[in-house]
C-alpha cells in the first residue's frame, strides 16, 4: 500500500531534549515536506527536500533541522525542543517538486507535546 | 509572497443540501491550486487540483471548484452535502516557488 509513514504518533518530552521524528515513505516521490499545524494557523510549512541531499527552509524553520540522506526518509529533528513547539506535525510527499502541479500525501500525523 | 484566505472559519449545512466553502488567493504568476480535506484524527487526503483549462474542476467524492481568475478565487463545492463531508478542508496554492501555502481551514458541518 502507497502510504507516508510517521513514528512516533505521539510524544510528550521536556524542555531541552533532543527529539528525531521519523518520516518515510514508498511511493518513490522525490520531494517530501513537514509541516505543523496550529489552531487557527492552518498548516506551515517547516523545511521541504527536492531530493536526496537537498534541503530548504520553509516558512518557520527556526528550532528544527531535517536530512535526506536516502530517498524514502525524512527525519525531522528539534535538537532542543521548547513548549512553543509543542504542535501536530505532518510529513508529506510527492512525486515531483519541480512539478508544481504534483498533489502531496500526507502521513498521520504526529501529536508532539513539550513541557 | 503567495497567501490564502479561507474567510470562514466553519459552515454550517444541512444534509442534502448543496455547500460552498470559499477561498481566495494571491500569487505572482499562474497559480496552482489545491484543495485538501482532514477527516478527524487524521492526515490530509487530497480533494482536487487545479492546473489549467477549465475553470470547473471534479475531483473525489463528488467535490468540485471554480476557478475564477478575475476574483482570485476557488470555491470548493458540492451539489449535495452528506454528513461524512464534515470535516476539516483546506485550500492550497503553490506559484512559482516550490512551497506550498495552505489557507488556515474552514470546518464543514454537516447537519441530519
Known amino acids: 500500500e502507497a502510504q507516508v509513514t510517521q513514528n512516533p504518533r505521539y510524544l510528550i518530552t521536556v524542555t531541552g531534549k533532543k527529539l528525531t521524528v521519523t518520516c518515510s515513505q514508498n511511493?518513490?516521490?522525490?520531494?517530501m515536506s513537514w509541516y505543523r499545524q496550529d489552531p487557527g494557523l492552518g498548516l506551515r510549512q517547516i523545511y521541504y527536500s527536492m531530493n536526496v541531499e537537498v534541503t530548504d527552509k520553509g516558512d518557520v524553520p527556526e528550532g528544527y533541522k531535517v536530512s535526506r540522506k536516502e530517498k524514502r526518509n525524512f527525519p525531522l529533528i528539534l535538537e532542543s525542543p521548547s513548549p512553543n513547539q509543542t504542535s501536530l506535525y505532518f510529513c508529506?510527499?510527492?512525486?515531483?517538486?519541480?512539478?508544481?502541479?504534483?498533489?502531496?500525501?500526507f502521513g498521520p500525523g504526529t501529536r508532539l507535546t513539550v513541557t | 509572497a503567495q497567501s490564502v484566505a479561507q474567510p470562514e472559519d466553519q459552515v454550517n449545512v444541512a444534509e442534502g443540501n448543496p455547500l460552498t466553502v470559499k477561498c481566495t488567493y494571491s500569487v505572482s504568476g499562474n497559480p496552482y491550486l489545491f484543495w485538501y480535506v482532514q477527516y478527524p484524527n487524521r492526515g490530509l487526503q487530497f480533494l482536487l487540483k487545479y492546473i489549467t483549462g477549465d475553470n470547473l474542476v471534479k475531483g473525489s467524492y463528488g467535490f468540485e471548484a471554480e476557478f475564477n481568475k478575475s476574483q482570485t478565487s476557488f470555491h470548493l463545492k458540492k451539489p449535495s452535502a452528506l454528513v461524512s463531508d464534515s470535516a476539516l478542508y483546506f485550500c492550497a496554492v503553490r506559484d512559482i516557488s516550490s512551497t506550498l501555502t495552505f489557507g488556515k481551514g474552514t470546518m464543514l458541518l454537516v447537519s441530519p
Open positions: 511511493m518513490n516521490h522525490e520531494y
Open positions: 508529506a510527499s510527492s512525486l515531483s517538486g519541480g512539478d508544481r502541479w504534483s498533489e502531496q500525501y
